[in-house]
């Protein structure tokens, strides 16, 4: 097999609370090919934020390896070099306090142009109009600031940033769920979309298995902080080989139930 793009070697995080310690991440290892989507799923607290959060170089403390090409990288972003930061973006949760209330949606996606691409400034305006374009918002935007935005529109500004740095690697952690369920659907075929036309390694985090269906081949299951099946998402969706699999699925409405629910 070639060398995976992303590969994650043993991760653990532990934390130390009052109760004791809390292993979040406890010994999780997986590795993704270029152009390949993984999907992340788990009840809530199971781990998953925390080791997106880790990949992402937002949380050092953490034991095990996360290498990308086949290069380990520092824990932490600001140890990791330029290249590093520009091939690994992420899009989290909330687009509400991801995005600078106090810079217009046109500064918000010069900012990673500016730093990852040497670019007069018609040709940056160029490459910010265009990363619009790719999720779907006019250029008439650009003047605006985020809470002129609907919820919908703030998180296709939070995934035209993290695009505009002409990633490699995109790790989405729950974008949807701070969503209004009637455009859950749309951010996730649209998200489907990008990384097929920018054949990005996507790792998709979410507590929702029908949306995995919708945009990841393959799928690791995770509790309290470990992987307890992977497989490609129809398999382990037809037959879920762990209980604790299982009882996830049962929990969870089927794709065409949410798709109803949100009138699509
Ligand atoms: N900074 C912290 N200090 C102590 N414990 C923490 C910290 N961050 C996370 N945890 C604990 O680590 C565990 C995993 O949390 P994490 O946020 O990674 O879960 P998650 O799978 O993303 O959950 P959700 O689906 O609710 O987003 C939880 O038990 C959480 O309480
Ligand atoms: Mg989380």
Redesign the pocket.
């Known amino acids: 097999m070639a060398e995976p793009l992303l590969e994650v070697k043993d991760m653990k995080v532990h ?1 130390k ?1 009052d109760d004791g310690i ?1 292993k ?1 991440v406890d010994g999780v290892s997986y590795s993704i090919q270029p152009g390949e989507t993984l999907g992340i799923v ?10 997106a959060r880790c990949i992402a170089g937002l949380h050092r403390s953490f034991t095990g390896e996360i290498a990308l090409r086949d290069v380990v990288m520092p824990p932490g972003a600001r140890a990791r070099d330029r290249e590093m930061r520009q091939e690994l973006q992420y899009v989290f949760q909330s687009p509400y306090s991801s995005l600078n209330p106090r810079k217009t949606i046109g500064q918000i996606i010069e900012q990673p142009v500016r730093l990852f691409f040497d670019l007069d400034h018609r040709q940056a305006h160029e490459r910010v109009v265009s990363t619009l374009e790719r999720v779907r918002l006019s250029e008439s935007v650009m003047p605006r600031y985020p809470h002129e935005l609907s919820g919908g529109e703030r998180q296709r500004v939070a995934i035209a940033r993290a695009l505009a740095a002409e990633p490699a690697v995109l790790i989405c952690d ?1 974008v949807t769920s701070a969503l209004d369920v009637s455009v859950q659907a749309a951010i996730v075929d649209l998200i489907a979309q990008l990384q097929r036309e920018m054949d990005l390694g996507l790792v998709f985090v979410t ?1 929702n298995l029908a949306l995995i269906r919708t945009i990841a081949e393959e799928v690791s299951v ?1 509790s309290a902080g470990r992987i307890v099946e992977s497989g490609k998402v129809e398999d382990v969706l037809r037959s879920p080989q762990n209980a604790y699999t299982k009882a996830l699925l049962a929990d969870t409405p089927t794709m065409e139930t949410a798709l109803a629910a949100a009138g699509a």
């Open positions: 934390f609370t809390v979040a788990g009840e809530s607290g199971s781990g998953k934020t925390t080791l729950e507590h995770m």
